[in-house]
């Protein structure tokens, strides 16, 4: 019986997680379910799950969750704050974590789950982008596993040898799939004008808001670049990314004697989240099986730089090094929120993000106090630029 606690569990990849482990009640067993603030979610979740704790972020939610719980005579025991955070993500009793929190809020109790030496299973891809060495740093130090929940980088890591000493000499480049995201046949004269509800309208894949909309501009291929860098340890020169509007092939790589390994499957996070739950065996996951024959049809494209400028950006970051990766996130975070606010528009996304790398990417941070600094500076900066543009 495998105890796993699941951060940002009323989020998407939380709830798809609950779902495939709903499937498995003999292997699994939920210690702790965490959240911001969505207080109704995860009373329903307690209810279903019975876990050890219940966290929410939010004190005053958490208070009124915890009176909840008693009224139903629950036993989940109520912590609140970012501390506890923390002490589920590293408590003993845990052997895995899910760190499926939004941005990169999710990056200190990531870090807490890797140095106690848990399966990490990250879905919070912005946890690379902004402390990536320091990450994989932790993971070492930690002695646990890493296991990518993001689809390209599962596909990635299926389709590498299983030995990780053969990755830098067998491997001639990996490649990203992409689905070009709902714009990819917009005239770009229209993009200034694209609502939040435009830009969350996914083809292939239901996901949060923030994700959408970098999937919109592509800066989510943008920090899946800098996450596979990381991730992987491969030099961003060896790291390609290809348009592929239908979501089959999940990703790809590409070997020094022309093979091509890649994964495909339906579009639906359940089978990345059950990999990693289940590596290095397989177990179901609730997904639809892929009718090629159905499906017809697999069409691949090179993403264009004019309508995609902000994937341009995750290759300036990872050549300036240090924090340039920690700023580019934290500015795409700001400008993200501002538009789904309302106050930025959509093509001012990528403004904010390239003028803030320009302003303070040079930065040297390496240390985590460093980095978070450097992460506050940023959203200053691209905070203010978002007024300044703002509508
Ligand atoms: P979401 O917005 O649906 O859910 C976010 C979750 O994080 C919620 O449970 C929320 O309560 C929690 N949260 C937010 N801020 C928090 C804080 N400060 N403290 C504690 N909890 C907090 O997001 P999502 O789509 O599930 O994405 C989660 C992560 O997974 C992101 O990093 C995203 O890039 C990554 N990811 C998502 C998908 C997908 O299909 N949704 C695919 C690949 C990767
Ligand atoms: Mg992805």
New binding site residues.
């Given amino acids: 019986m495998k105890r796993i606690t699941i951060?940002?569990?009323?989020?998407?990849?939380?709830r798809s997680t609950l779902e495939v482990l709903r499937l498995h009640p003999e292997d699994f067993e939920v210690f702790a379910l965490?959240?911001?603030?969505?207080r109704e979610a995860l009373l329903e979740q307690c209810l279903r799950f019975a876990p050890r704790y219940a966290v929410l972020?939010d004190a005053r939610a958490a208070g009124l969750l915890r009176a909840e719980l008693q009224g139903q005579g629950s036993r989940t025991e109520v912590l609140a704050g970012?501390e506890a955070?923390l002490r589920v993500a590293s408590d003993p009793e845990v052997h895995m974590v899910m760190a499926?929190?939004?941005?990169a809020?999710?990056l200190d109790s990531a870090l807490a789950a890797a140095r106690a030496g848990k399966r990490v299973l990250l879905?919070?891809?912005?946890s690379l982008v902004v402390a990536g060495e320091l990450f994989m740093r932790a993971m070492r130090d930690g002695g646990g596993e890493l296991l990518p929940?993001?689809?390209e980088h599962s596909a990635i890591l299926q389709s590498l040898p299983e030995q990780r000493e053969r990755w830098a000499l067998d491997v001639r480049e990996i490649t990203l799939t992409a689905s070009g995201g709902p714009f990819r046949r917009s005239d770009p004269a229209t993009l200034e004008a694209m609502t939040p509800a435009q830009a969350c309208a996914h083809p292939n894949?239901?996901?949060?808001?923030?994700?959408s909309v970098?999937s919109a501009t592509m800066m989510?291929k943008a920090l899946e670049v800098i996450e596979a860098h990381y991730l992987f340890g491969m030099p961003a020169s060896r790291i390609r990314v290809l348009i592929h509007p239908q979501s089959i092939v999940h990703s790809m790589v590409t070997y020094h004697d022309g093979s091509v390994v890649a994964q495909l499957g339906v579009p639906d996070?359940r089978t990345p989240i059950a990999y990693g739950l289940s590596w290095p065996r397989r177990m179901a996951s609730g997904s639809s099986w892929l009718d090629l024959a159905r499906i017809g049809r697999l069409e691949f494209e090179d993403p264009d730089a004019a309508r995609f400028p902000g994937l341009g950006l995750a290759f300036a970051a990872l050549g300036m090094g240090g924090g340039a990766c920690a700023v580019l996130n934290a500015a795409n975070e700001v400008a993200v929120q501002a538009f789904l606010d309302g106050a930025l528009r959509f093509t001012d996304i990528h403004r904010v993000n390239a003028a803030t790398l320009e302003a303070l990417g040079a930065s040297q941070a390496r240390e985590l106090g460093e980095l978070l600094d450097l992460d506050a500076r940023a959203r200053g900066r691209a905070a203010a630029q978002a007024r300044a543009l703002g509508r």
């Fill in positions: 951060l940002g569990s009323t989020g998407s990849i939380g965490a959240a911001r603030s969505s972020e970012a955070m499926a929190i939004v941005g809020a999710g879905a919070n891809k912005e929940i993001d689809s894949w239901s996901m949060g808001r923030k994700i970098d989510n996070m």
